[in-house]
Each structure stands twice: as structure tokens, then as C-alpha cells.
């Protein structure tokens, strides 16, 4: 396994809710990393990519402390532009989400709660892009 699938969250009940749920799925095609803070995940990527692991997708929460969810994508995929993303949260409007797609190169919106289902098909799209 070469590839990462990061989820970057404050809420240690949701990391652990998806570290169960993408394990299920992913566990032998790909890592799944874990970090609570904006800088924590770069971080995780950085140490990642110097033992040859690149980062493939990334789960961020949008509402963090330190540097919000829609910033830290932005700086994200500025930095590292082939990381898919996706934001989770249920803070989110309709209208301000999509104004966030357009400006952030984010992929998808996913609400919380969700369900296994659609998190595990929402990822398995980004992995195929």
C-alpha cells in the first residue's frame, strides 16, 4: 500500500466513527490516517510523503479550531492540487455550499450525519477520478 486516505476532524467520536467505516472498506488498498487539527494533517502529509505514501483523498471537517475546514482545503489543494477532497460537515447551507465547490476545488459536500453507504460509495468515487 502506497496511498492515504486522510480524515482530518476535531471531534475524536467522528474520526473514530470513520477510521471503523473506511477500514471495512479500504484497509487493503489503502492507509487510513487520522488527524484532529488542520495542522496536524499537513503534517500527517508531509510524513507520509517522505516514506513514499502519497495522500490521495482527504475527509476534513469544515467547523475546526485554528484554521477552518474551507481554508485548510483551499491551502490544501494549492499545495498539493492531485488530493481529493471532500468536505464533512453539517454546518453547511445549500447555497453557501456551492458557492464553497466553486471556489475551493472541493469534489463533494457530504452532510452529517451520514451513512456508511454513502460515505464508503462517496470515497470510492474520488479514488476513481
Given at each position: 500500500?502506497?496511498t492515504a486516505?486522510l480524515?482530518?476532524d ?9 477510521r471503523?467505516?473506511?477500514s ?8 487510513a490516517?487520522?488527524a484532529?487539527?488542520a495542522f496536524e ?7 507520509l510523503t ?5 495522500t490521495v483523498?482527504?475527509i ?5 479550531p ?9 491551502k ?5 492540487p492531485?488530493?481529493r477532497?471532500?468536505m464533512l460537515?453539517?454546518q453547511i447551507?445549500?447555497?453557501?455550499g456551492?458557492?464553497f465547490l466553486?471556489?475551493n476545488?472541493?469534489s463533494v459536500?457530504m452532510d452529517?450525519?451520514w451513512t ?5 460509495t462517496t470515497v ?6
Open positions: 500500500m502506497n486516505i480524515c482530518v476535531d471531534d475524536k467520536q467522528v474520526l473514530n466513527s470513520l471503523i467505516q473506511l471495512r472498506h479500504f484497509s487493503e488498498k489503502h492507509h490516517e487520522f484532529q487539527d494533517a499537513f503534517e500527517v502529509i508531509d510524513d517522505k516514506i513514499g505514501v502519497v483523498v482527504v476534513s471537517d469544515w467547523i475546526m485554528g484554521m477552518n475546514g474551507d481554508e485548510f482545503l483551499r490544501l489543494s494549492a499545495k498539493h492531485a488530493i477532497t471532500m460537515t453539517g447551507s445549500g447555497e453557501e456551492e458557492r466553486k471556489s476545488g472541493t459536500i452529517k450525519p456508511e453507504t454513502e460515505l464508503i470510492q468515487k474520488l479514488l476513481d477520478q
